[in-house]
């Protein structure tokens, strides 16, 4: 039988309309969804909307329309917007689709008849925002920790579910499936929240202070509370209990969420599983935030992003690249238009796009536009590059199963620029004066490595991918099945005519060289320049970019009381690998501002990809200090 995916991502709430945020889950489900399809998987991909509940009452009051008429509306806006960001899902689930309200009174029905569902009395303090009540070591100066406001005291009679009992039995299921919650700082903060009694879950709102929601089927003075409403949409979208789908699929679930979320789906989804008598999903994987300019995307800051207006802007491929590329999954990032633009000139215009293009030129002006036969011997340079295809295949695939999404990109972009620069070394135009036939085995293997690159492209980037696979001249199949071989493309068949694929766009900020600074001279010629050995001219100091980075989010590594993780914002968002965990604990490096290496080549450390170096030196007694800033220094400047 064929290996099953099943991924989803949070229902929305459809009081306010798609932000990047909410792009970005759904671009990563999709782009894994693609991933496992491409790995000859049977898919389901499942995306919504969530309706019920106080904020979309409150928010429909205020803007005086009904719930159903502002679901109506914004549910259709995400519905609509999916397919213009290449998101292809299975089903669009709404908690209002019928078959939902049924499958959600069926389990009330069943936990209530199993004795876990008990009529009681509870004062507490309520967010709107998370729909959830804050317990006293959660809430911070009185407030919701994660909308920063005021907390609402509300006591009443209601249901409840029997979470407390579980807690036990989900503790031992977590220590037992280490994977279970994913990256492990999601899995520590679980384990932490679950040390004390979490109390039973009240999952009733009394009709007369909110009738928008699903009828008790035991009481229908009271509406179902909307977590126990909405998690339970993973279930109604394969069909459960009934549909071979459910059987299927329900045992590879993979649910993405943002660490906004944690809890619910760490805590209060797999207890309610249990009570059902239902297995756990497969994995919750744990995404951090995109904030803006280092602050949270917020209505009030008016920093929100209009996902729609970056993809006008850059294309749809770009902005998907730019998503995944730019985010460690797991820790927040900063978005910036600027970011966006260097990535896409770098890594898409300048590395990918002119690859593609000199080589389909090539071929075109060489051959006829006629993919030649290799005949001639495989040399050296040949054969590292197709070994390093293979290698590359293994190592993204590898990344993509454990979700180092961008990790599997940077492992994409060595063979890009490992092809640019096999164009290089083996120089074409020099062989098309004196050797056809080495330049016919050249000009195949950049086409053959081509292909590899589009393939593993495809999950990120599907619309650029078939734009290359197209004009490599490969199959419209896809398949990585089709990776395990160096050589299946086919000499004679027409190589498609070289575009731009990604036209270059102008630079937002300017990062060139520094004002002032003087050009590089040549030594004048036969005359060797005399330098002492430790000795560097301001040129060269000038090819150091070191930078001004904002730590946006630091964690510990696992084996190693020296190392640190750390996501910086420089301009861009980086991943680092620091040698100061000795120095520093991760929490007191979050908003720290540093100095930072930026264009050292990447290095691996412990396993986890690091893309610069911070500067640290000793203090007086021999401990080690940040380099640090007498003011508040502009993240993304350079020093100097
Ligand atoms: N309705 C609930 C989820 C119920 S799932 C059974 C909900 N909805 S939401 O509209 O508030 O969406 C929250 C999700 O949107 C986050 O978990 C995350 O997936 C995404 N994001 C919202 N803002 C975000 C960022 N700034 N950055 C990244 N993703 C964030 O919660």
């Known amino acids: 039988m064929k290996q099953h995916f099943y991924v989803t991502t949070p229902i929305y709430y459809v009081n306010a309309r798609p932000h990047l945020g909410h792009v970005y889950t759904t671009v990563i489900a999709d782009v894994l969804a693609r991933f496992h399809k491409l790995l000859g998987e049977e898919v389901f991909f499942l995306t919504g909307t969530d309706e019920h509940g106080d904020k979309i009452m409150e928010t429909a009051r205020d803007l005086n329309t009904t719930p159903k008429e502002l679901a109506d509306d914004n549910s259709q806006r995400f519905r609509d917007l999916w397919p213009l960001i290449q998101v292809e899902n299975d089903r669009f689930i709404r908690t209002t689709d019928q078959d939902h309200v049924k499958t959600v009174q069926r389990i009330l029905q069943e936990v209530y008849d199993r004795g876990d569902i008990y009529f009681g009395e509870y004062g507490g303090h309520y967010c709107t925002g998370c729909e959830r009540f804050m317990t006293e070591t959660e809430m911070v100066d009185g407030n919701c920790p994660i ?55 009240c999952i009733s709102r009394p009709k007369k202070r909110l009738s928008w929601g699903i009828e008790l089927p035991f009481d229908p003075n009271y509406v179902c509370y909307v977590w126990f409403d909405a998690l339970i949409n993973y279930l109604t979208g394969i069909g459960y209990p009934d549909d071979p789908r459910f059987r299927d699929y329900w045992a590879q679930a993979q649910h993405l969420v943002g660490k906004d979320i944690l809890k619910p789906h760490a805590v209060y989804w797999p207890t309610m599983l249990k009570a059902m008598g239902l297995e756990p999903y497969r994995n919750l994987n744990v995404h951090g935030f995109w904030n803006v300019d280092a602050t949270k995307m917020s209505k009030s800051l008016g920093n929100v992003v209009d996902p729609l207006d970056m993809k006008n802007k850059y294309g749809v491929d770009a902005f998907r690249y730019f998503l995944v590329r730019d985010m460690v999954f797991g820790l927040d990032s900063n978005f910036s238009e600027e970011a966006l633009v260097e990535r896409y000139n770098a890594d898409l215009a300048n590395d990918l796009g002119n690859l593609v293009s000199r080589s389909a030129k090539m071929v075109a002006k060489y051959f006829g536009g006629v993919l030649p036969s290799p005949d001639g011997p495989a040399d050296d340079m040949d054969r590292e590059l197709r070994d390093l295809a293979l290698r590359v295949v293994q190592d993204y695939t590898a990344k993509m199963n454990s979700l180092e999404l961008h990790t599997a990109l940077m492992a994409v972009w060595s063979l890009v620029s490992a092809l640019n620069k096999y164009i290089d070394r083996t120089a074409p135009w020099e062989l098309a004066k004196k050797d056809m036939q080495r330049l016919a085995v050249v000009m195949y293997t950049l086409m053959e490595a081509i292909r ?11 619309g650029i991918s078939r734009k290359i696979l197209d004009i490599v001249g490969a199959g419209a199949d896809l398949s990585l099945t089709d990776l395990g071989t160096f050589g299946l493309l086919r000499p004679g068949t027409s190589i498609g005519q070289a575009q731009a694929l990604f036209p270059r766009v102008e630079k937002i900020v300017a990062t060139g060289p520094l004002p002032g600074e003087p050009e590089e001279k040549k030594p004048a010629r036969g005359k060797k320049e005399e330098k002492a050995p430790n000795v560097i001219d301001i040129g060269e100091f000038g090819r150091i970019e070191i930078k001004v980075g904002r730590i946006l989010s630091a964690g510990a590594v696992e084996k190693s009381d020296k190392l640190v993780i750390l996501s910086v914002d420089v301009g861009r968002t980086i991943q680092i690998v620091a040698g100061i965990g000795k120095a520093y604990a991760p929490e007191e490096l979050v908003g720290k501002h540093i100095a930072v290496v930026t264009n050292l080549k990447p290095a691996t450390l412990m396993g986890l990809p690091s893309e610069g170096m911070l500067l640290a030196t000793d203090t007086a007694d021999g401990k080690l200090t940040l380099v640090g800033f007498d003011r508040p220094p502009r993240v993304g400047a350079r020093i100097r």
Do not use: C, S
């Open 452 to 462: 590899f690159v589009a393939l593993l492209v495809f999950p990120v980037m599907p």
């Open 147 to 201: 909308h920063q406001k005021p907390l609402t005291f509300v006591q009443e009679q209601n249901y409840f579910f029997r979470m407390e009992k579980y807690r036990p039995w989900l503790i031992e299921y977590i220590q037992g499936h280490p994977d279970f919650i994913r990256p492990e700082r999601y899995k520590n903060e679980v384990l932490g929240m679950l040390r004390g009694p979490i109390d039973d879950l």
